[in-house]
């Protein structure tokens, strides 16, 4: 069984905070390389038998434990972060997502060789720091060198609703003042 790659991946919406929890996202995690089994290993169905039948919810830890075994049975993981930077640093409760869930990633790639990480994010301070402090190779696309594409995206999508007729408009000139502001507002994202 080493020899299958295993890829997961997780987008990050601000305001869905549910799936935001660190223990959510390494659940999903989970159930994505199960995908990639032929037979779900007994110590997860262990696991998800003990706390099925139970009010009680796992501790973080042993989702991550769980993980963690199961990765070794690949033998190579891609995990995909998009939008880190839209995960919450806190919680309501005090707990601090996005530094939970990199601390994770960074535990997991330092641990399983055979882990490569592919995470998109703004430049956030905490994110940054991690990634230097990790000696995380990055790569920096800046804003100004999408604008191009951006500008082709909105024209392309104002020109298709105005084919469809989901919008109309009086004058032509109004066009290009739409896909303008579009693009300025876009600040390269």
Same mark, same amino acid.
């Given at each position: 069984m080493n020899d299958k790659v295993g890829v997961v991946f997780a987008y990050f919406k601000?305001?869905?905070?549910?799936?935001?929890?660190p223990s959510q996202v390494v659940s999903t995690f989970i159930k994505q390389l199960c995908w990639k089994k032929e037979q779900i290993p007994q110590y997860l169905l262990d696991f998800?038998?003990?706390y099925d039948w139970d009010a009680r919810?796992?501790?973080f830890d042993k989702y991550?434990? =769980?993980?963690?075994?199961?990765a070794k049975s690949f033998g190579q993981i891609f995990v995909v972060l998009d939008?880190?930077? *839209?995960?919450?640093? *806190? *919680?309501?409760?005090?707990?601090?997502?996005?530094?939970?869930?990199? =601390?994770?990633?960074?535990?997991?790639t330092n641990g399983t060789p055979c882990t490569?990480?592919?995470?998109?994010?703004?430049?956030?301070?905490?994110i940054r720091d991690a990634l230097k402090r990790y000696q995380t190779p990055t790569i920096q696309i800046e804003g100004e060198n999408v604008v191009e594409d951006i500008n082709a995206y909105v024209s392309d999508h104002v020109e298709d609703l105005l084919k469809v007729k989901k919008l109309k408009l009086r004058k032509p000139a109004l066009k290009e003042k739409i896909v303008k502001?579009?693009?300025? =507002?876009? *600040?390269g994202m």
């Amino acid at each position: 069984m080493n020899d299958k790659v295993g890829v997961v991946f997780a987008y990050f919406k601000y305001n869905s905070l549910a799936s935001q929890h660190p223990s959510q996202v390494v659940s999903t995690f989970i159930k994505q390389l199960c995908w990639k089994k032929e037979q779900i290993p007994q110590y997860l169905l262990d696991f998800y038998h003990t706390y099925d039948w139970d009010a009680r919810i796992p501790a973080f830890d042993k989702y991550k434990d =769980n993980f963690f075994r199961l990765a070794k049975s690949f033998g190579q993981i891609f995990v995909v972060l998009d939008a880190l930077d *839209e995960c919450q640093q *806190e *919680e309501e409760n005090g707990i601090f997502n996005r530094e939970q869930i990199m =601390n994770f990633i960074f535990d997991l790639t330092n641990g399983t060789p055979c882990t490569k990480l592919f995470l998109t994010s703004r430049r956030e301070t905490d994110i940054r720091d991690a990634l230097k402090r990790y000696q995380t190779p990055t790569i920096q696309i800046e804003g100004e060198n999408v604008v191009e594409d951006i500008n082709a995206y909105v024209s392309d999508h104002v020109e298709d609703l105005l084919k469809v007729k989901k919008l109309k408009l009086r004058k032509p000139a109004l066009k290009e003042k739409i896909v303008k502001m579009l693009v300025a =507002n876009a *600040e390269g994202m």
